[in-house]
């Protein structure tokens, strides 16, 4: 089995920054894709930003210039770097990640339980 795990939600003012975590455990033989989304009740589920085994990354529109993903291959980790939050940035956060448990296997899409994130104005 394999578990997603994020932390670092929170409230925070308009301006300011927050960071979220993301730690990826269980049967895991390789960790390929990465990626946070986020999604506000009653709107559909976006895609944030993505980060490849080998470090590519790709960006949303409404956070390039304010959001950085990176990631800790050896631990399995991925970052959300927020600042400059917005009131429009309030929603909660997953983190995805794409898992092969094996050498033989292809890799399957885990999801994460979501992090809140609130800006207020």
């Known amino acids: 089995q394999v578990q997603v795990m994020e932390s670092g939600g929170g409230l925070v003012q308009a301006g300011g920054s927050l960071r979220l975590s993301c730690v990826v455990s269980?049967?895991?033989?390789?960790?390929?894709?990465m990626a946070w989304y986020r999604q506000a009740p009653g709107k559909q589920r976006e895609s944030v930003a993505t980060?490849?085994?080998?470090?590519?990354?790709n960006y949303a529109d409404s956070v390039k210039g304010r959001f950085t993903i990176s990631r800790d291959g050896a631990q399995n980790m991925v970052y959300l770097q927020m600042n400059s939050l917005k009131p429009e940035d309030t929603d909660v956060y997953y983190c995805?990640?794409?898992?092969?448990?094996?050498?033989?296997?292809?890799?399957?899409?885990?999801w994460g339980q979501g992090t809140q994130v609130t800006v207020s104005s």
């Open positions: 995805v990640a794409g898992v092969k448990e094996t050498l033989y296997t292809t890799p399957r899409t885990y």
């Open positions: 269980g049967r895991i033989f390789r960790v390929t894709l």
């Open positions: 980060i490849t085994s080998d470090g590519s990354t």
